[in-house]
T-cell receptor, first 117, second 115 residues
Framework: AQTVTQSQPEMSVQEAETVTLSCTYD???????LFWYKQPPSRQMILVIR??????QNATENRFSVNFQKAAKSFSLKISDSQLGDAAMYFC??????????????FGKGTKLSVKP | DTGVSQNPRHKITKRGQNVTFRCDPI?????LYWYRQTLGQGPEFLTY????????KSRLLSDRFSAERPKGSFSTLEIQRTEQGDSAMYLC?????????????FGEGSWLTVV
């Protein structure tokens, strides 16, 4: 079974600085998808960025980028120029591409990010 | 696009009572998912539908839980004989017909407190 681990329960960053959130996962599959979701205090989960495992190029979305290391099964999220609105819980998630579990996102426990003004 | 809508947003119930949550997915999304999230944890998968067909159920979905999506549009999640351990946020999500990698969109969740 696949698992997702986020080893940082809480992180803090100064406004305008850069922060990196860590995520590791375990799978025996070669093809899959990885996601970072943001959950602000209002509790609605919002997709931040997505990475296809077969793509070697790291995904980037504006101030958000990932460092995807497939062999190491690592998927970290870098937030540049941090803003107060980035404060939230961040969840790393895995999804298989095979079989009946295609709809099943497997989440880590999350990292609570605080942004200091 | 009005997003995934869930109601009620909060429900307090006495142990042993039945509760029902409703989810309205984004229109034309034929996949619908239910997740459960407890404090300090990431969401855990419960079940999902492709149109009206329930394709997968987690072992977390005990016999007291039942989910339906009768016409392939909205869905309900019913919990019978609630227990204190059922206290959690129940998240609904939807996505277009699954081409691997399609984004799954979440609602704001329904908080359940069992007293």
């Amino acid at each position: 079974a696949q698992t997702v681990t986020q080893s940082q329960p809480e992180m803090s960053v100064q406004e305008a600085e850069t922060v990196t959130l860590s995520c590791t996962y375990d799978t025996s599959e070669s093809d899959y998808y990885l996601f970072w979701y943001k959950q602000p205090p209002s509790r609605q989960m919002i997709l931040v960025i997505r990475q296809e495992a077969y793509k070697q190029q790291n995904a980037t979305e504006n101030r958000f980028s990932v460092n995807f290391q497939k062999a190491a099964k690592s998927f970290s999220l870098k937030i540049s120029d941090s803003q107060l609105g980035d404060a939230a819980m961040y969840f790393c998630a895995y999804r298989t591409t095979w079989g009946g579990s295609q709809g099943n996102l497997i989440f880590g426990k999350g990292t609570k990010l605080s942004v200091k003004p | 696009d009005t997003g995934v809508s869930q109601n009620p947003r909060h429900k307090i119930t006495k142990r042993g009572q039945n509760v029902t949550f409703r989810c309205d997915p984004i229109s034309e999304h034929n996949r619908l998912y239910w997740y459960r999230q407890t404090l300090g944890q990431g969401p855990e998968f419960l079940t999902y539908f492709q149109n009206e067909a329930q394709l997968e159920k987690s072992r977390l979905l005990s016999d007291r839980f039942s989910a339906e999506r009768p016409k392939g549009s909205f869905s309900t999640l019913e919990i019978q004989r609630t227990e204190q351990g059922d206290s959690a946020m129940y998240l609904c999500a939807s996505s277009p017909s699954l081409i691997s990698g399609n984004t799954i969109y979440f609602g704001e969740g329904s908080w359940l407190t069992v007293v």
